[in-house]
């Protein structure tokens, strides 16, 4: 793998490139998400505001040594301090080794890292699929995860992986570990403080943290062919922090860390998985390993304004392949036809139709409006498992 090199496929939009990123090779590679830097915005805010966290007596000492001191909110001067002191202890780094062929096909060492969410005592731990890709598709790679204030290094397994949604959960063998506090994100709201928790540029800069706001949410973000509901924060974006925590003013964990937005004319853009979206997909794959979603069974294309005028078609998903033995065979789908609707709702792209699709349960049955060589009319299709496609 080069110097730098991407890992994953960067997609443009204008001049704005959506990046996930990763370290790899023990050089920076953009690619997932991060957070590291200035905190004074936050302090001048709470403090005006009056907001303050205090020390409660009591306090522990987790697995990698550190001590751990409950807070709760109250009233002294910085509350950043006592949120990272809260959440800090609950984020660790992920790093994947693996070899591959280099130039000419000679086998080479790589290494590519991350961070994570500690959701269990017993060592479950939250990062991002991208961060773990390597290893999910290379035998030979392991996944190693090591704190912020130890020298301990734990060789995890990888519980699973959804790759749709950009979540993975990992496992290590350890007890009595300090876990996250899982917050609600839907209680977060606009303009409130946020702090983000991570390994930018790995171990090297464990346990960073920087502060910002929460300057959206609900954003839609179209990256790799899927779109994500986001939270969008000022808070400054490093490789390396993907798989880290965006924390509230509680120290809870109410985002995933996991996409920036780079260009020459941005900054401040960055994006995490809202944790009221997350924690089902987590329990699942802690359960079952995998999800397991409806599927119709077809390849799509987007028809988009200039496409349909220069074609002479109307504006929708075009079928470019229709899969043997799937429900949309079964129920007459051909090639060529172009869906304009799903359950009563006009869309125009696969990202539109996955959405309203992945709200069904498998054998649930949906009407899709075709249009058919100028002709429209309704289809019902009975999903099936997405499992049985393999």
Known sequence: MNENEKIKTEEKKGEKIYYKETRSNNTVAIAVVAIVSSIIGGLITYGLLGNKIEKSPESKTDISGSSVTKYEISSVENPVVAI?????????????????????????????????????????????????????????????????????????????????????????????????????????????????????????????????????????????????????????????????????????????????????????????????????????????????????????LNIDDTTARINNLVKGVYVAQVVNNSPAASSGIQRGDIIVGIEGKSITTMEELNEVKNTKKIGDEVTLKINRAGKEMDVKVKLDSDQNAK
């Open 84 to 300: 990272a002191e809260t959440a800090g202890p609950a984020i660790v780094g992920v790093r994947v080794n693996y070899v591959s062929s280099g130039i000419f096909g000679a086998l080479q060492e790589a290494d590519e890292e991350g961070s994570g969410i500690i959701y269990t005592e017993d060592g479950y731990i939250i990062t991002n699929y991208h961060v773990i890709e390597s290893a999910i598709n290379n035998s030979t790679a392991t996944v190693t995860v090591t704190f912020a204030n130890s020298d301990k290094e734990y060789e995890a397994s990888i519980v699973g992986g959804d790759e749709t949604t950009d979540l993975a959960v990992i496992k290590i063998d350890a007890t009595g570990l300090t876990k996250a506090n899982i917050g609600k994100s839907s209680e977060l709201k606009v303009g409130e403080l946020v702090v983000a928790i991570g390994n930018p540029l790995g171990q090297e800069f464990a346990g960073s943290v920087t502060v910002g706001y929460t300057s959206a949410l609900n954003r839609k973000i179209t990256t790799d062919g899927r779109t994500y509901k986001l939270i969008q924060t000022d808070a400054a974006i490093n490789p390396g922090n993907s798989g880290g925590a965006l924390v509230n003013s509680k120290g809870e964990v109410i985002g995933i860390n996991t996409v920036k937005i780079s260009s020459s004319d941005t900054e401040g853009l960055g994006f995490a998985i809202p944790t009221d979206d997350a924690m089902p997909i987590i329990s699942e794959l802690i359960s079952n390993g995998k999800i397991v979603r409806p599927y119709i069974g077809i390849s799509g």
